[in-house]
């Protein structure tokens, strides 16, 4: 059963969330925002308009999360108080709790989550390492965690492209997960991913090492300004592999983007090379692929902000092999996040997508830092 100090720390907690959000002038600020909405003419610029209600729908978010909060808070008291007059029994006191701490943790740690760029949806892309066949099943293996762990947290995913193993695995995808905060998630998520495991690819059974990286942009909208200069685009298509219909193989519904960027605080050139297979549509396929350029490009700025600021440059790490910012450790039984010391032995959970843990040790430490 819990004390009288677990129902103060709730307590106490919600207090300060509605002291940090200032949920009594978001309230004020919601009604007025909606009033700029009731102009005639609003609907009559759709662009500005989108921004205006999303401004609201950000705002309102915030509001409705501390009132789940407050309510779990209320209930819980409720029940502590049924309780000792007999009225219900431990485990419904129990859950109770366990309902308030965690609509608690998770409006706190979404409260870390302050920049532009955090709100956004986000592009997942993963490459598999040297290593073959070994290296590939990694990467297949990491694919499936994070699509597992955007299921469970309601998320929505397309997969934008896919190249699969020569034998078994992927050698990339890219992910559109789509979704509230979706990018200040998973940006916990840059960087290497180590793998150490007995290979089932592996004839004498031996303990091999593999490694994946994990790239993660804020999947831009139309709201975001992003600068694109149409003479630096060149396009190919080609035919999208796989499992389908009858025109698999047949139509080049698959597009290649290729943008020739130079970046304008060095003057360092690079071609940025983007593949959708997304749809059997090649329009839209090239329409997925612009998006996806806008966010690269929208991410290199928002990169070149964060070098500028030396709390930020302290923490970060270069996503390169041998600076890996995880382990998992299959024979071992443990994952180990080398950026903040949080580790687990439950690596079944983890690969089932249960990566919460790590993603918010990565936020209580950095989150700060990056401000």
């Excluded at 099943?137 to 929505?156: F, H, I, S, T």
């Excluded at 050139?269 to 490009?297: C, M, V, Y």
Aim: charged content about 35%.
């Amino acid at each position: 059963m819990i004390t009288q100090e677990q129902l103060k720390d709730i307590q106490q907690r919600r207090d300060a969330l509605a002291r940090y959000l200032d949920i009594d002038s978001k309230k004020i600020q919601v009604e007025e925002e909606e009033l700029r909405t009731h102009v005639p003419d609003f609907w009559e610029h759709p662009k500005e308009a989108q921004v205006q209600m999303k401004k609201i729908k950000d705002i309102q978010a915030w509001i409705n999360g501390y009132a789940e909060v407050a309510k779990a808070a209320e209930e819980l008291e409720l029940a502590f108080d049924f309780i000792k007059e007999g009225l219900i029994e431990e485990p419904e006191l129990d859950a109770a709790y366990a309902d308030a701490l965690a609509k608690t943790e998770n409006l706190e740690l979404r409260n870390m989550l302050r920049r532009e760029e955090d709100k956004m949806d986000a592009v997942l892309k993963i490459n598999s390492g040297a290593g073959g066949t070994e290296s590939q099943d990694w990467a297949q293996m990491l694919m499936r965690m994070y699509l597992r762990w955007a299921e469970a947290n309601g998320y929505k995913t397309s997969m934008a492209n896919l190249i699969e193993g020569d034998e078994a695995g992927i050698k990339s995808c890219t992910i559109n997960i789509e979704g509230d905060f979706a990018y200040g998630y998973l940006k916990s998520e840059n960087g290497v991913h180590r793998l150490v495991r007995v290979s089932p690819y592996n004839a004498q059974g031996k303990r091999m090492t593999s490694f994946a990286s994990v790239f993660v942009t804020p999947l831009v909208d139309d709201t975001i300004e992003v600068k694109v200069e149409p003479a630096l685009l060149s396009w190919d298509t080609f035919r999208s592999g796989g499992a389908g219909g009858q025109n698999v193989n047949k139509v080049e519904s698959g597009v290649r983007l290729r943008y020739q960027y130079t970046d304008p605080y060095t003057g360092e050139k690079e071609e940025i090379l983007i593949e959708n297979t997304e749809t059997r549509d090649q329009p839209k396929n090239k329409e997925n692929a612009l998006r996806q350029l806008r966010s690269i490009l929208y991410d290199k700025e928002l990169r070149h902000r964060m070098e500028e600021q030396a709390k930020v440059e302290a923490g970060k790490m270069k996503i390169e092999w041998g600076s890996q910012i995880r382990s998992y450790v299959f024979d071992d039984r443990r994952v180990k996040d080398h950026r903040t010391g949080h580790q687990t032995s439950d690596v079944g959970g983890v690969m089932d997508g249960d990566i919460d843990g790590f993603i918010k040790a990565y936020l209580m430490e950095f989150s700060e830092k990056a401000e």
